[in-house]
């Protein structure tokens, strides 16, 4: 048998198993697509079956068809009072993490200032978010400049934690060998520290891009005319449930989006390693 055919053979036994291989991959992807959408509408069928069975007053729960009508018929309001508390979510979450990721990089460079201050840092963010938000307020007015604030402040812890571990958590034989090529402090961090703790970065991210809508509308529970969470606060003295669960349908359903775009670009970025660091 020549070479030729023990070859055209192989290739024979190959083609199929990466045939295979794909329709397993694509079958995966499907499945994790499927399976969320699946669990959705079983919770909304128990919902809907929960509120059926037990009778319970449309002032205390609306059934889901109910809450979708009023998510059609009050979608202006829906949307102009969204517009705000997207801004101020994501602007908190962009001053958050960058102050988070400067101050990682100085406490990973200074321990001194980290072994000074990290406590500090703890005790802030021990304090419950419900009762920074009025400080914030009294501080900094009524305006967009609190729910930024705590947006940022709640954005701020995790990226922070997570950050100094990516930063610290270099191979050693890679930190010998800059060492050894007389790499700078500067080269260092760029071309190890940095590319390391991406990981570490993003999956804090993710988390913050979370929390951060959930500090934008606790900001507006506070004190705000306009924004998410003064409009879930409005329905509820209005007994209007129906609006009150649109309203958190419209809330959560950014606080995914936010966090999807992150995901999103988590996998666009950090391309050498298939799954980010939890």
Excluded at 47 to 73: N, Y
Excluded at 140 to 149: D, E, I, T, Y
Aim: aromatic share 10%; charged share 15%.
């Amino acid at each position: 048998m020549s070479a030729s055919t023990d070859i055209a053979g192989l290739n024979t036994r190959v083609e199929p198993a990466e045939a295979e291989y794909r329709r397993a991959k694509q079958r995966e992807a499907l499945r994790r697509k499927l399976l969320p959408c699946l669990g959705i509408l079983i919770g909304i069928a128990v919902w809907a079956g929960l509120v059926e069975f037990l009778k319970v007053p449309p002032f205390i729960a609306p059934s889901p068809l109910v809450v979708l009508e009023t998510l059609i018929a009050k979608s202006d309001v829906l949307l102009s009072n969204l517009w705000p508390t997207v801004v101020e979510a994501v602007g908190g979450f962009i001053l958050g993490n960058l102050f988070a990721i400067a101050l990682a990089t100085l406490f990973v460079h200074r321990k001194t200032v980290s072994e000074t201050f990290f406590p500090l840092v703890v005790l802030i963010n021990s304090i419950p978010v419900v009762a920074k938000a009025p400080i914030l307020v009294l501080l900094l007015g009524n305006g967009f400049a609190p729910k930024v604030a705590i947006a940022a402040v709640i954005s701020f812890f995790p990226t922070l934690v997570n950050m100094v571990r990516g930063l610290e958590a270099v191979n050693p034989q890679a930190m010998e060998l800059m060492r050894v090529l007389s790499a700078s402090k500067r080269e260092i961090f760029f071309k190890l520290r940095l590319y390391n703790s991406l990981p570490y970065l993003f999956s804090a991210l993710r988390i913050s891009a979370s929390i951060s809508v959930v500090g934008a509308i606790v900001g507006e529970w506070i004190g705000s005319n306009y924004g998410i969470g003064a409009l879930i606060i409005q329905a509820t003295y209005a007994f209007d449930s129906a609006l009150l669960y649109a309203t958190v349908l419209v809330g959560s359903a950014f606080s995914v989006a936010f966090f999807m775009a992150i995901s999103l670009a988590e996998r666009l970025i950090i391309r050498w390693q298939p799954s980010a660091v939890a």
